[in-house]
């Protein structure tokens, strides 16, 4: 851009439209059209042919880098923008806090346009599941903590040993056939990790149950 145009750019606010289709033999011309219509222009879109969860997203990244404040961000469905409810919510949030509007044309979420008072309160209710979805991944990831803990286990960490792997360590202490230190190679441990597994002479101890009973 020549200065003439960057002083343009900067004072002019704009329509930024955004596609998204998940293979090649899948057409934009329906989002394109749809986009037209409400007033974009055609060199003010990007696209991206990937799938929606893809975190590759190169023509996403250039319409967020080329968005100024004022500007606001279109798309024709909301399920186009974010790979999760995660997702599309911090790229939105983002957008506001950067003064980005942002409008849906149609399908789920077709209320949404932060420029408009009605459109701020359909987000913050999207907000707020977003909010109730991170409760409920910390309120399930706790209980599984808990639930490790009591199974012997730390921070969700497993155990050193598989089942086989304690049956191998077992059967070697019991008979002999090798050495501590020959087997600790074997199973990649250290030789106080085998004996919180394996007694010198083959007796299984309380981690070695554990594993079993676990992988029973």
Not at 49 to 64: D, I, M, Q, W, Y
């Amino acid at each position: 851009m020549n200065i003439y145009e960057n002083y343009f750019r900067e004072v002019i606010r704009m329509l930024v439209g955004y596609m998204r289709v998940s293979t090649q033999e899948q057409t934009t011309s329906l989002q394109k059209d749809a986009l037209l219509k409400y007033g974009v222009d055609e060199r003010n879109i990007f696209a991206d042919v990937v799938s929606g969860a893809s975190k590759n997203r190169e023509g996403l990244n250039h319409a967020l880098e080329f968005l100024k404040s004022g500007d606001t961000l279109v798309v024709w469905k909301l399920d186009r923008l974010g790979r999760n409810l995660k997702h599309l919510i911090n790229t939105i949030d983002d957008l506001n806090k950067r003064n980005i509007g942002f409008k849906v044309l149609s399908g789920q979420g077709v209320n949404i346009d932060t420029t408009t008072s009605a459109g701020k309160m359909m987000f913050s209710i999207f907000g707020a599941f977003a909010e109730f979805e991170r409760d409920l991944i910390r309120e399930r990831t706790m209980a599984g903590l808990q639930a490790a803990r009591a199974r012997g286990r730390k921070g969700g960490r497993k155990f050193n040993l598989t089942k086989s792997q304690v049956r191998l360590a077992e059967a070697s202490m019991k008979n002999r056939d090798t050495s501590v230190k020959e087997l600790c190679a074997e199973l990649g441990i250290t030789r106080p990790t085998l004996y919180k597994y394996i007694g010198p002479n083959g007796e299984l101890r309380d981690f070695a149950k554990r594993v079993l009973e676990i992988t029973n």
